[in-house]
């Protein structure tokens, strides 16, 4: 088929329509809480001077990246759930997986850098300002988005030289590169290699990074002597793992594979874990639970207060 007329059908998870309000409400509430969540992150780190930090610097473009990664999959989804119509035009569907592997692909690298700055804060703390200064905080943010770019641009290119066959049925909810593959005409098995390279490279390459920072924070976690600055640090990594866990957990689940060995079926929960509950969760576990933004929260919404209040008397005078 000549690809730009193509448009394809997602199947999704059910046929049943009661199924697909029960999806769309729990999908719609939790995209709501994700960009919520996430909006308040970005607000609160850039107005509060407390947290003009590296590290909420780092978690702000985090949360920014989220909120474009979950856009970029879930209201196709939510539109498909509430019309009961599974079509989405052939630009759609490219655009949708080229932005989900680079949004995708920019968080690992930006996972790595904020596992590095906290390696730099804990282990070498005289020298943190020093080193996360402006100029290499914003250099680091900019190399994961170029350094994403570049390493999902030459896969992208070489599928888009592949014609479709002739069926048009994606066993998905999203235009995941998976079910696609399956779809394509001629030889496959460069575009899969490339595929399985860029996927080594960008999920287990910024997981080593990853790795090897906590543990080199651990081992100085466990040298401090106060069992209060001890707790304090356990408990900020902790945060920390648990979303690496899920993001990487899923991930490699879903990419580090041979194409046709994948169950379509079971990857399509998992890949829920990484585009639905793993931003979700983000907000929460990285910065909503912290106490010093929990802190700035609190100020934010008392000055709130304090101007409805003052405009309200103001009014009635």
């Not at 996430?38 to 978690?59: G, K």
């Not at 005289?126 to 080193?131: E, F, G, Q, V």
């Not at 390279?197 to 401090?224: E, K, N, P, W």
């Not at 639970?289 to 709130?304: D, S």
Request: charged share 10%.
């Amino acid at each position: 088929m000549k690809n730009s007329s193509v448009e394809f059908i997602l199947l999704g998870f059910s046929n049943i329509r009661k199924v697909q309000l029960l999806l769309f409400i729990l999908l719609f509430l939790c995209y709501l809480l994700t960009i919520m969540g996430n909006i308040v992150i970005i607000i609160i780190a850039h107005i509060d001077h407390h947290l003009q930090t590296p590290m909420y610097f780092f978690l702000r473009n985090f949360s920014f990246l989220e909120i474009g990664f979950t856009t970029a999959i879930i209201p196709q989804t939510l539109a498909n759930l509430a019309m009961g119509n599974k079509n989405i035009s052939y630009l759609g569907c490219m655009i949708q997986s080229f932005l989900y592997f680079h949004l995708g692909t920019t968080e690992f690298f930006l996972l790595a850098v904020m596992s590095y700055d906290r390696y730099v804060a804990i282990c070498n703390p005289l020298h943190y300002t020093t080193i996360m200064n402006n100029l290499f905080c914003v250099s680091l943010v900019l190399l994961c988005w170029v350094g994403s770019f570049l390493l999902i641009i030459g896969p992208s290119v070489l599928f888009l030289q592949y014609p479709f066959c002739d069926s048009n049925v994606l066993d998905h909810f999203f235009c995941d590169n998976t079910p696609l593959i399956k779809l394509l005409c001629g030889d496959t098995r460069l575009l899969e290699f490339l595929g399985l390279i860029t996927a080594v490279f960008s999920l287990l390459g910024t997981l080593t990074i990853t790795v090897m920072s906590y543990v080199h924070i651990i081992r100085t976690i466990l040298h401090i002597p106060s069992a209060a600055g001890m707790q304090k640090a356990f408990s900020t990594c902790a945060s920390h793992l648990i979303v690496v866990s899920i993001t990487y957990g899923s991930c490699i689940f879903l990419y580090i594979k041979p194409t046709q060995n994948s169950k379509l079926e079971f990857d399509k929960v998992v890949a829920i874990l990484n585009t639905v509950v793993s931003p979700l969760l983000n907000p929460f576990i990285y910065s909503l639970r912290n106490k010093q933004v929990q802190k700035a929260l609190r100020n934010v919404m008392h000055i709130q207060l304090h101007l409805t209040t003052s405009k309200t008397s103001w009014n009635v005078v």
